[in-house]
């Protein structure tokens, strides 16, 4: 897995467990601390994917239809990814 040549400062544990502890939720600080690189490994793979599924399709084969204004524009539902088995994932 790629490393990004940036790394921000995580968020101190002692952040987390003040916002635990505000939710009525105990954690100690080991299982904080696990639950925090968790989360932060998992944006870094959803983030990483989201890059490689734009390189693949490029901007040839999409459309961006805006769903905040009222618009002409289809709203059926398009195969994003196709594939053998019709599946847009």
């Known amino acids: ?3 990004k ?3 921000k400062e995580k968020i101190s544990i002692a952040e987390i467990k ?11 600080e080991g299982e ?3 639950i925090r690189d968790f989360l932060y ?3 870094q793979i959803t983030y990483e994917q989201y890059n ?5 399709t490029g901007t040839a084969n ?5 769903i905040n204004e ?9 195969t994003l990814y196709p594939c053998e088995y019709r599946r847009t994932g």
């Open 41 to 43: 490994l998992f944006a």
């Open 70 to 78: 009222q618009s002409d524009e289809s709203t059926k539902s398009n």
């Open 18 to 28: 003040a916002d635990f502890d505000a939710e009525g939720e105990i954690f100690d």
């Open 5 to 7: 040549q940036e790394e």
């Open 52 to 56: 490689r599924n734009k390189q693949a």
């Open 32 to 34: 904080i601390e696990k």
């Open 1 to 3: 897995m790629e490393m």
């Open 62 to 66: 999409c459309k961006v239809i805006n």
